[in-house]
């Protein structure tokens, strides 16, 4: 946003009438340093001349005295304006949307100082470069290319130096500057026919945005006192509804998907039902159902604006369709954001500078809205294909997408990389499917018709990223290089495989729910009379929407959703209880005897794990007879504590880890397969990653569930490949406690789980295979 020079003292002699007038008027040189020289201005400078009294608060052209806005009155005791040549040394100021304005800004308030003591005797060459300069602050501010412009992308690789610049579309992505007529016209358009329809009221983002919660409601969603019921949808099934402001109240999905009831901006009413056309039966074609039954049901939970729970998304299954309905909500969300900021910028133009507005309060403190967490570069590859296809698809051109080579060669995958022979479960092709890089981070600029990738952070709409490459930036306490200001105004956060962080690493999504919608600790180039008061009172967690999409359910995912979920709107769980457990998909004949351990708690659950295994189990296992055992453990630091015990006692065993090198993971399974090491400890993130056959099992010990239920069931199917002849003398044991109802359900069904559970007796056996 440009600033208006300080007054600067004429050369008196040498002014024409119509300066010294104003001078006299106002104590000011005319803005538009008019030259004495009788020297034409160019059409441009003076068409915004003439229409002055019209132009926008934030121009340079302005012919009427300009009125101090709260922004500057906040921005002066808010942040000092940093020093041009510590620029290179703060790697998150190059992050900031606004850099080169505030740049612009910092050199031209460092020159008023010196200017501000000029006398009638200086020079005309300061009016000359005045001029220059007004010209230049002009054309910004409508909307054409900057000449001196630079920013830096919003993904700075870990150690990476370079920074990558975009100047050529910087103020075609400002949306204080976004005036072009084509843009400008299209939202104007739409804004008209919303206002005149009665449907606008009705439109949830409206509704939902422009609420105005109370101090007593607040406090209410602050105490978690929530009140529950349960629904049930065709589709999606169970379902548990909790809110916090009132009692809830029954909700069912649409009965028929018109897009123009869902209130979806005019750019995807066209564009979904052709994007979405590859998930849509013939059947439901010919009825002109845009969504298929699960789409239908999730959008319809999404679109209120609550939160969502999913955790039956599977990669192999439904995936995509969940990440095509989110894609299509977060877009639809950003649209019509931007839409309403640039129309008010419109509207704003039109008035006069002193009138001040509290209905243009329509942006955050920072620009992001929605941030999409996702596990590897794949996938953000394809929500990226999927914002283009929706942009896109209803128009013959195609839009313009800036970056777009750059973003394939990062994200794409090379098919000659991935060895032609390896042969693993369809569930894992179809999760480590394309370019599985784990530490990334992007941001991406949306208009109606363009858009924008590796945007800096502070000028994008959506964030997507990794937890690691969240992680990295947001960094730790202490560290100097941190930034997690671009998280303060997130709208919608959408966390999609959940599941995988679980392997990965949970303290990234931990950390990162604790630095989301925190105050941020600069101002980054905001105008705080158009920021919502939602956002300055420090509510804007109660505002955000949260989507989690998770394969399973989990401890750990339920704690995320129950209590970093503070929606207004409320929460919706999808809490089906599995019927059927994996432990029907074992094929061999194997007893399976589950033994239940006693815990006072799920923090002590760890020590009484490790405690009952020593003392009850092990020594079962410890004769020569017993050889041959895997001791399958989920947990990596169970798996360590378990390990030193091991090399303690001096007992034969090898062991394998995620992290363990491929020589060494060879020696283990030779070892192991030839009995010349009787125990196998085997982690479960190992398996996840490599999914490898290991021979030779004939005794198998589940130190814990296995986190994901159809794990258990390819585990102990793995003792296939030990020589026949040896079935009788199977074995496996499964230790479980009252903390782990939801993963024993997961593997022997709810039914069962429910009665072992509530059973004096610890010991439960099953068989399975061919004589159950």
Same mark, same amino acid.
Request: glycine letters at 4%; aromatic letters at 10%; hydrophobic letters at 35%.
């Given at each position: 946003?440009?600033?208006?020079?300080?007054?600067?003292?004429?050369?008196?002699?040498?002014?024409?009438?119509?300066?010294? #007038? +104003?001078?006299? &008027? *106002?104590?000011?040189?005319?803005? !538009?340093? @008019?030259?004495? %020289? $009788?020297?034409?201005?160019?059409? /441009?400078?003076?068409?915004?001349?003439?229409?002055?009294?019209?132009?926008?608060?934030?121009?340079?052209?302005?012919?009427?005295?300009?009125?101090?806005?709260?922004?500057?009155?906040?921005?002066?005791?808010?942040?000092?304006?940093?020093?041009?040549?510590?620029?290179?040394?703060?790697?998150?100021?190059?992050?900031?949307?606004?850099?080169?304005?505030?740049?612009?800004?910092?050199?031209?308030?460092?020159?008023?100082?010196?200017?501000?003591?000029?006398?009638?005797?200086?020079?005309?060459?300061?009016?000359?470069?005045?001029?220059?300069?007004?010209?230049?602050?002009?054309?910004?501010?409508?909307?054409?290319?900057?000449?001196?412009?630079?920013?830096?992308?919003?993904?700075?690789?870990?150690?990476?130096?370079?920074?990558?610049?975009?100047? #050529? +579309?910087?103020? &075609? *992505?400002?949306?204080?500057?976004? !005036?072009? @007529?084509?843009? %400008? $016209?299209?939202?104007?358009?739409? /804004?008209?026919?919303?206002?005149?329809?009665?449907?606008?009221?009705?439109?949830?983002?409206?509704?939902?945005?422009?609420?105005?919660?109370?101090?007593?409601?607040?406090?209410?969603?602050?105490?978690?006192?929530?009140?529950?019921?349960?629904?049930?949808?065709?589709?999606?099934?169970?379902?548990?509804?909790?809110?916090?402001?009132?009692?809830?109240?029954?909700?069912?999905?649409?009965?028929?998907?018109?897009?123009?009831?869902?209130?979806?901006?005019?750019?995807?009413?066209?564009?979904?039902?052709?994007?979405?056309?590859?998930?849509?039966?013939?059947?439901?074609?010919?009825?002109?159902?845009?969504?298929?039954?699960?789409?239908?049901?999730?959008?319809?939970?999404?679109?209120?604006?609550?939160?969502?729970?999913?955790?039956?998304?599977?990669?192999?299954?439904?995936?995509?369709?969940?990440?095509?309905?989110?894609?299509?909500?977060?877009?639809?969300?950003?649209?019509?954001?931007?839409?309403?900021?640039?129309?008010?910028?419109?509207?704003?133009?039109?008035?006069?500078?002193?009138?001040?507005?509290?209905?243009?309060?329509?942006?955050?403190?920072?620009?992001?809205?929605?941030?999409?967490?996702?596990?590897?570069?794949?996938?953000?590859?394809?929500?990226?294909?999927?914002?283009?296809?929706?942009?896109?698809?209803?128009?013959?051109?195609?839009?313009?997408?800036?970056?777009?080579?750059?973003?394939?060669?990062?994200?794409?995958?090379?098919?000659?990389?991935?060895?032609?022979?390896?042969?693993?479960?369809?569930?894992?092709?179809?999760?480590?499917?394309?370019?599985?890089?784990?530490?990334?981070?992007?941001?991406?600029?949306?208009?109606?018709?363009?858009?924008?990738?590796?945007?800096?952070?502070?000028?994008?709409?959506?964030?997507?990223?990794?937890?690691?490459?969240?992680?990295?930036?947001?960094?730790?306490?202490?560290?100097?290089?941190?930034?997690?200001?671009?998280?303060?105004?997130?709208?919608?956060?959408?966390?999609?495989?959940?599941?995988?962080?679980?392997?990965?690493?949970?303290?990234?999504?931990?950390?990162?729910?604790?630095?989301?919608?925190?105050?941020?600790?600069?101002?980054?180039?905001?105008?705080?009379?158009?920021?919502?008061?939602?956002?300055?009172?420090?509510?804007?967690?109660?505002?955000?929407?949260?989507?989690?999409?998770?394969?399973?359910?989990?401890?750990?995912?339920?704690?995320?959703?129950?209590?970093?979920?503070?929606?207004?709107?409320?929460?919706?769980?999808?809490?089906?209880?599995?019927?059927?457990?994996?432990?029907?998909?074992?094929?061999?004949?194997?007893?399976?005897?589950?033994?239940?351990?006693?815990?006072?708690?799920?923090?002590?659950?760890?020590?009484?794990?490790?405690?009952?295994?020593?003392?009850?189990?092990?020594?079962?296992?410890?004769?020569?007879?017993?050889?041959?055992?895997?001791?399958?453990?989920?947990?990596?630091?169970?798996?360590?504590?378990?390990?030193?015990?091991?090399?303690?006692?001096?007992?034969?065993?090898?062991?394998?880890?995620?992290?363990?090198?491929?020589?060494?993971?060879?020696?283990?399974?030779?070892?192991?397969?030839?009995?010349?090491?009787?125990?196998?400890?085997?982690?479960?993130?190992?398996?996840?990653?490599?999914?490898?056959?290991?021979?030779?099992?004939?005794?198998?010990?589940?130190?814990?569930?296995?986190?994901?239920?159809?794990?258990?069931?390819?585990?102990?199917?793995?003792?296939?490949?030990?020589?026949?002849?040896?079935?009788?003398?199977?074995?496996?044991?499964?230790?479980?406690?009252?903390?782990?109802?939801?993963?024993?359900?997961?593997?022997?069904?709810?039914?069962?789980?429910?009665?072992?559970?509530?059973?004096?007796?610890?010991?439960?056996?099953?068989?399975?295979?061919?004589?159950?």
């Amino acid at each position: 946003m440009g600033k208006r020079k300080p007054a600067r003292q004429p050369l008196v002699g040498s002014l024409s009438k119509k300066q010294k #007038k +104003h001078l006299k &008027e *106002f104590g000011e040189q005319h803005p !538009f340093y @008019d030259k004495v %020289s $009788g020297r034409e201005e160019t059409t /441009e400078i003076c068409e915004l001349s003439e229409n002055s009294e019209h132009s926008s608060a934030e121009s340079d052209g302005e012919s009427e005295p300009e009125q101090v806005s709260v922004y500057h009155k906040l921005l002066a005791t808010f942040k000092t304006i940093p020093d041009a040549n510590n620029e290179e040394d703060d790697e998150n100021e190059s992050e900031e949307g606004d850099e080169s304005d505030e740049e612009e800004t910092g050199s031209e308030e460092s020159q008023e100082g010196e200017d501000g003591d000029h006398t009638v005797g200086e020079e005309d060459e300061n009016d000359v470069q005045d001029q220059e300069e007004a010209k230049d602050t002009a054309k910004q501010m409508l909307g054409q290319e900057q000449a001196d412009g630079a920013d830096t992308s919003s993904d700075p690789k870990h150690g990476a130096s370079e920074e990558f610049t975009d100047v #050529k +579309h910087e103020s &075609e *992505f400002s949306l204080e500057t976004n !005036f072009m @007529d084509e843009e %400008s $016209g299209d939202y104007n358009a739409d /804004e008209r026919e919303s206002s005149s329809s009665v449907m606008v009221s009705e439109d949830p983002f409206k509704q939902h945005m422009n609420k105005e919660l109370e101090e007593k409601e607040i406090g209410n969603i602050s105490a978690r006192s929530k009140n529950t019921i349960q629904l049930k949808w065709p589709t999606l099934g169970q379902l548990v509804f909790s809110s916090s402001l009132q009692q809830p109240r029954t909700f069912k999905p649409d009965k028929e998907a018109d897009l123009k009831r869902l209130h979806l901006h005019k750019t995807l009413e066209s564009t979904w039902p052709k994007v979405n056309s590859q998930f849509l039966s013939t059947l439901t074609k010919q009825n002109k159902h845009p969504f298929t039954l699960l789409q239908k049901e999730l959008f319809c939970i999404m679109n209120r604006y609550k939160d969502l729970f999913y955790p039956e998304r599977t990669a192999l299954g439904n995936g995509e369709e969940v990440r095509h309905v989110y894609c299509l909500h977060a877009v639809n969300h950003v649209l019509k954001a931007n839409a309403q900021v640039l129309s008010n910028n419109a509207k704003r133009r039109d008035q006069k500078p002193a009138v001040d507005n509290d209905d243009f309060r329509d942006q955050g403190l920072t620009r992001p809205k929605v941030l999409i967490v996702v596990p590897f570069r794949e996938s953000a590859l394809r929500v990226v294909q999927i914002f283009i296809s929706l942009l896109e698809s209803g128009s013959k051109k195609q839009i313009d997408v800036s970056n777009k080579k750059r973003f394939k060669g990062e994200f794409g995958s090379d098919p000659d990389e991935k060895p032609p022979n390896l042969k693993r479960p369809e569930d894992y092709e179809a999760v480590f499917a394309g370019n599985i890089d784990d530490h990334f981070r992007i941001g991406v600029a949306i208009l109606q018709k363009s858009m924008r990738l590796y945007a800096p952070f502070y000028s994008s709409d959506i964030i997507i990223a990794s937890p690691l490459g969240l992680r990295t930036i947001i960094g730790a306490e202490g560290e100097k290089k941190r930034d997690f200001d671009f998280l303060s105004s997130i709208e919608i956060l959408i966390i999609d495989q959940a599941d995988v962080y679980l392997m990965q690493n949970w303290e990234h999504i931990l950390h990162l729910m604790n630095h989301l919608n925190l105050l941020p600790l600069e101002s980054h180039g905001v105008d705080f009379s158009r920021v919502r008061m939602l956002n300055l009172n420090n509510w804007s967690k109660y505002y955000r929407q949260t989507l989690l999409f998770s394969a399973l359910q989990d401890p750990q995912i339920n704690s995320i959703f129950n209590k970093n979920c503070f929606n207004y709107r409320g929460q919706v769980a999808v809490r089906n209880v599995p019927s059927i457990g994996s432990i029907s998909r074992v094929v061999v004949q194997l007893p399976h005897v589950f033994r239940r351990l006693e815990a006072e708690s799920s923090i002590s659950v760890m020590d009484a794990r490790f405690q009952f295994f020593i003392d009850k189990v092990l020594p079962e296992y410890r004769d020569a007879i017993m050889s041959h055992t895997l001791v399958y453990i989920p947990s990596y630091f169970d798996y360590v504590r378990l390990r030193n015990y091991f090399k303690k006692e001096e007992l034969n065993f090898t062991h394998i880890c995620e992290y363990t090198k491929k020589s060494g993971i060879s020696r283990a399974r030779q070892f192991f397969l030839k009995g010349e090491k009787q125990f196998l400890i085997f982690t479960e993130r190992f398996h996840f990653y490599k999914r490898y056959l290991i021979r030779g099992i004939r005794n198998l010990i589940f130190y814990e569930l296995p986190t994901y239920p159809h794990f258990y069931s390819e585990v102990c199917n793995m003792l296939t490949a030990t020589a026949s002849g040896e079935e009788a003398t199977w074995t496996c044991t499964i230790l479980y406690s009252k903390y782990d109802a939801q993963k024993l359900a997961a593997v022997v069904g709810v039914d069962r789980a429910a009665q072992m559970l509530q059973s004096k007796k610890n010991v439960h056996l099953f068989v399975t295979g061919e004589n159950e």
